[in-house]
Structure formats: structure tokens, C-alpha cells
């Protein structure tokens, strides 16, 4: 019937035909792998290619595993073709077994405090607070002779315990009297020079303020991260108490200035983790 | 490691077993309709169509040609491996918790709940020929049980006895001639919600709401060694090829949505079998995982959870290589 031929649907349908028309998905073979390109409509309406490709392997089984390979699907999959079914079979998102060390580390930390604490045993960790003696307040030999303010008179001390010098609240240091005064500011111990107005520590100097970090980030993500530019000192992730999670900023003390400049330079604006970080200098809290 | 995903239930999966080959993995869930998958793509052979309720038990014959399952519409079913048809029936008064085919095949046991003024009761039977008559069988055995009902099971000693787990954290072995209990143990203070073998059957490990899992000598019952968790553990597995445990948990069904995945534990953790200690973890599961089990190769498990999947991991060659440092 050539008449039939000509007759042509509207340019409407035509178009719709265009658009309801996929390309039928096609099934490759090639150097062991099976390639299937499928066309799908996306929610947009918008077609999609969609490759899967899956490696072919062969591999040596009994007997019996081999009889059932060749069982037929029943149930529910019966019209399931050869091969999974991406609708019940998925590839999961990779994951990492973590293997759990830090059991060692943290014994590692207790053991360096427990030394620390041994090396101070030797020193003044006991005081006594009459007469600055390397014993507890109530084993002070001077403690029937203290007098009214709590002061131990001169001459008996300077007879009884050779070498021990005058305490700072122990003296007639004049002015001061009996006003409290912090032990930064008394007389022995201003002689480490470091004025209020002086910066207390000097490795802030080299500490780096990282800030929008995601939650997920953890400590040795963070090292990962800054180590390339150098020796740390320090690092420090705020962390929530419960959770345990990145409260989302982090400080880090450099060795050497330097490093710490790069490292801003470097990171600020870098894009980590989906945020962008921002990295300054970590400015002291300013009522230190 | 690329674990794969295998989508096929509707509801929470209550308990997952591999073939003694191990290239099948059967799954359960609460939905009515038991799964077996191929474990090596992912891909399913199919599905055991015929449940009203929720599959709470299931197991397969060493020769993987018959399954069976055991569920909350008060019916145990055995199925032909190959087709997926049902070959045998049976009614029970309450739900069916627990079930498992012996070594040789030629008997299995099944549990009932104590619900409906039912006690909880253990049935042996005879399944060396599975046809419609199993519905009118006598069973071999039947042990009412008086106080706390049974929440697993483990045939024992190839055939000639059985180690139940109970509610009240009880684990008890029966003679199958008597009828007798022969030795009972409270390790634990809460439910035993699973108990699995090792691989040569001398050892089986426990896990429970008590947030622990437990390995015992299967012989005198004897408690060997105890893995502690925070959260209640659902299932326990021993690596065939390793001294490893893997341990699956996580908080109460109940607790699920007010806590977020991230800190509620839903990983797989594993264990040094020896020295308790744990050594890795597998994250993956947005809900409490209700049962792992190892492939007989020891080089992939499974884990099945709350939220309805069944992740299949592979090993990846940093587990082979890793040696626990002690």
C-alpha cells in the first residue's frame, strides 16, 4: 500500500515519537569485560547514557557449586535475566576496615605524664606555705613559733634552717604588706622577664587557626593534611565532649615560623573534605 | 574492599547463613520471604515464597538441597534448594524462634515461642524423608521448656546432643536419647541472641543483650574468653581461617532513631579471638547489625542489619597481611 506510505502523523506526534524513541541497550564483550550501555530518562526528562562494565572472571569450582550455578531463578527473581540484578545487587561505596591502635598510643601518654610527675617529685612539688619549706604547712618545724600575721619571725628562721631563703610573703618587703600578691609578680619570680605586655608563650608565634573543617575530619586527617609543611609541635582539633565529632576548627603549632606562613598561604581557601578552609594566624584571646 | 549490597527484603533481616561451600548465602528477614543469593556477584537465585510472617530462623543441609525456615505465622517450612518449591509443613502452636538441620541431615530441631498460653517447646524431627506427610509426623522428641524460652540453637557432638541459648542468658546442653538436660550454664545475664560454631565444632561463640559475646568449650561448657562492646550484640562469628571474631550489635530497634548513625556503633568489630582484644572495624550499616556470618574460606562475611541490607565484604589484603600486635 504505497498511499500508506505518504500519510505521515502530524509533525506533533513525530516529535513526540523522537523523544519516546531510546537507543536500545547494547551488550559488548571486549578483553574480558562485559560493557552494557543502556539510554534512560532522567528526572529531568533528559536522556542518559548509562555504561556499566563488569569483569568477567573464571574460576575453578567443584562440582557441586558448579550444579547449582546452573540452577534456574525462582521466586520473586524468576524473570530476572542472567547476571545481578541491579535493582536488588548494588556496589557499595568503598570501605575501609580501621584497625584500632590507639590503645598503645594512649599508654604511651599516661606513661610520659607518669614521668613527667616522677621528675617533679624531686622538686618543690610540696610547699609549705609559712615558710616556703620543702614540706606540708603542718609539718613546718616554725609552726608553734608562727606568729599572729602567719609570719615566721626573722632570726628564728635564719637560725634554725640554714640555706633556706626568706619566702617572698616571709620578709618585711615593705609596701606590699599583707596584700595579696600574685606569685608572677613577687619578687622572685619576676626575674623570668616577661612583662604582661609580652606575648606568653612564643610558640604562638607559629600557631595557624585551620577553621570550616567538616565533622568527620579527625586528628590524623588533620595531620595528613598540615604535615607537609613542616615539623608540628603541636595540634589541637576542638571536638565535641559527647559525640566526639569535629567541632569544626583546629589549631596547629609549627616548629618554624616559616612553615606555619606557607601553610596558610597554602591552605587558606583550600577545598577540603566539600568545605572550603580558612587558615590565619591564631590570634591570643585578647584578655590574655 | 567494595562490599556488595543486596537489596532484596522490605524489612529488618533476622538472620543470614552461608552453604557449607559457601558459594550460596541465605537470608531471612521480617518480611515473609527467605532469600538465597549467589555470594560471589550478588546475584539472587531467588526467593522461598509461601511465609505469613516474619522469618525469624533459617537454615540449609550440608548438601544444599534442602532449606528450611521457621517463622512468626506459626508454620516451620522445608524447602527443595533448587526450585524454591515447599516440600514439607508443619503448624506449630506459637511462632517458630529457632531451627536447624543436624550434621547429617536426617533430623533437624525447631523452637516454638511461649506465646498464646503456649509453652516454649523443642521439637525433634525426623527429616530423612520430607514429603506432605511431615505435617502428620510425630516428632522423634519434644522438651517442654518451663522457664525461660529459647533464643538459639546448636546441634552438638555430630547429632547426639544440643546446646540451646536462652532468654534469661542460660545456655543449656540436652542428650537427645534421655531427653535430659545434661549440663546448663549462666554466663550470661541477658538474651542469647546467637550462638555459631568454629570451624572443627569444638568451640561455639555466643552474643548477647548483655553487650557481650562469649567463646565456650562445647564440651563441658566451659567459658573461654568474653568480648565486650557498649551496645547489645546480635550476632557473633569465628573466622574459620583465623583467630578473629567478628562481632555484630548495636542499640535496640527501639533507640534506632533518636541516635545518629555515626555515634550509635553499627560496625561489624573484630575481635583477636585470644587476647579480647579488638583490633578493626567495618562501617556500612545505618541500623543495628542483627547477624554476621563468615564465608567457609574465611576470606569474605556478611552482615545483615535493621536497615534491611545484607552487605557482602571481600577481604582486602591488608586484613591477610595484618598481624595483631601483642
Known amino acids: 500500500m504505497p498511499a500508506a506510505e505518504d500519510v505521515k502523523s502530524s509533525w506533533a506526534d513525530e516529535v513526540e515519537l523522537e523523544g519516546g524513541s531510546l537507543p536500545p541497550s547494547t551488550e559488548v564483550f571486549e578483553h574480558g569485560f562485559k560493557i552494557v550501555t543502556d539510554y534512560k530518562y532522567n528526572d529531568d526528562d533528559k536522556k542518559v547514557k548509562f555504561v556499566r562494565t563488569y569483569k568477567i572472571e573464571k574460576r575453578a569450582v567443584s562440582k557441586s557449586i558448579a550444579l547449582r550455578k546452573t540452577w534456574k531463578k525462582f521466586g520473586e527473581c524468576a524473570t530476572d535475566k542472567p547476571g545481578p540484578n541491579p535493582a536488588t545487587t548494588i556496589a557499595a561505596e568503598d570501605v575501609y576496615m580501621q584497625y584500632i591502635t590507639s590503645k598503645e598510643e594512649d599508654n604511651k601518654q599516661e606513661d610520659d605524664g607518669m614521668d613527667k610527675l616522677k621528675a617533679m617529685g624531686d622538686k618543690n612539688v610540696v610547699k609549705c606555705r609559712t615558710c616556703n619549706g620543702d614540706h606540708w604547712t603542718s609539718k613546718c618545724p616554725w609552726k608553734d613559733t608562727m606568729l599572729a600575721g602567719g609570719k615566721v619571725p626573722d632570726d628564728k628562721k635564719n637560725a634554725g634552717v640554714a640555706g633556706t631563703t626568706a619566702g617572698p610573703t616571709g620578709g618585711d618587703t615593705g609596701k606590699q604588706g599583707s596584700k ?32 570550616n573543617l567538616s565533622d568527620s575530619t579527625t586528628e590524623s586527617d588533620l595531620e595528613d593534611l598540615v604535615k607537609p609543611f613542616g615539623p608540628i609541635q603541636k595540634l589541637y582539633l576542638a571536638k565535641d565532649k559527647v559525640t566526639g565529632q569535629c567541632k569544626g576548627f583546629a589549631y596547629i603549632h609549627f616548629k618554624f615560623r616559616n612553615d606555619a606562613a606557607t601553610a596558610i598561604s597554602v591552605l587558606d581557601g583550600y577545598g577540603y573534605d566539600y568545605l572550603i578552609l580558612s587558615v590565619d594566624w591564631s590570634k591570643p584571646s585578647p584578655n590574655q | 574492599m567494595k562490599p556488595i549490597m543486596l537489596q532484596g527484603h522490605e524489612r529488618a533481616i533476622t538472620q543470614i547463613k552461608y552453604n557449607r561451600e559457601g558459594d550460596l548465602l541465605f537470608s531471612s528477614s521480617k518480611d515473609n520471604k527467605p532469600n538465597v543469593w549467589f555470594s560471589l556477584n550478588g546475584e539472587r537465585l531467588g526467593t522461598f515464597n509461601g511465609h505469613q510472617g516474619a522469618v525469624w530462623c533459617i537454615d540449609v543441609d550440608w548438601t544444599t538441597t534442602r532449606f528450611m525456615s521457621g517463622a512468626g505465622d506459626n508454620t516451620f517450612k522445608i524447602w527443595d534448594c533448587a526450585t524454591g518449591k515447599e516440600i514439607g509443613n508443619i503448624s506449630t502452636a506459637s511462632s517458630v524462634r529457632t531451627c536447624m538441620f543436624s550434621y547429617s541431615a536426617n533430623m533437624a530441631v525447631y523452637t516454638t515461642d511461649r506465646a498464646m498460653k503456649q509453652p516454649c517447646e523443642m521439637f525433634i524431627i525426623d527429616t530423612r524423608l520430607v ?11 519434644r522438651i517442654p521448656i518451663k522457664d525461660a524460652r529459647i533464643s538459639s540453637i546448636l546441634w552438638d557432638n555430630v547429632d547426639e546432643s544440643i546446646i540451646s541459648g536462652h532468654e534469661n542468658g542460660e545456655i543449656t546442653q540436652w542428650d537427645l536419647k534421655t531427653g535430659r538436660q545434661i549440663n546448663s550454664v549462666k554466663e550470661h545475664s541477658l538474651l542469647i541472641n546467637d550462638m555459631q560454631w568454629n570451624k572443627d565444632g569444638t568451640m ?70 585470644v587476647f579480647e582484644e579488638e583490633f578493626g572495624r567495618v562501617k556500612g550499616h545505618f541500623g543495628p547489625i542483627n547477624s554476621v556470618a563468615f564465608h567457609p574460606d574465611g576470606k569474605s562475611y556478611s552482615s545483615g542489619g535493621e536497615d534491611g541490607f545484607i552487605r557482602v565484604h571481600t577481604f582486602d589484603s591488608s586484613y591477610f597481611e595484618y598481624n595483631f600486635d601483642y
Open chain 2, 131 to 141: 514429603d506432605d506427610s511431615i505435617s502428620n509426623q510425630a516428632p522423634i522428641l
Open chain 2, 204 to 273: 561455639f561463640i555466643t552474643a548477647s543483650k548483655d553487650h557481650t559475646a562469649k567463646l565456650f568449650d562445647a564440651k563441658d561448657l566451659l567459658l573461654l574468653k568474653t568480648y565486650k562492646t557498649e551496645r547489645p550484640v546480635n550476632s557473633a562469628a569465628i573466622s574459620p581461617i583465623f583467630e578473629h571474631v567478628v562481632v555484630g550489635g548495636g542499640q535496640d530497634a527501639m533507640d534506632v532513631t533518636t541516635t545518629s548513625a555515626r555515634v550509635g556503633k553499627f560496625d561489624s568489630r573484630f575481635f583477636h579471638m
Open chain 1, 180 to 211: 595579696y600578691v600574685p606569685p608572677s609578680m613577687r619578687d622572685g619570680a619576676s626575674k623570668r622577664g616577661d612583662g604582661p605586655n609580652m606575648p606568653r608563650r612564643d610558640d604562638s608565634y607559629c600557631a595557624i587557626r585551620i577553621a
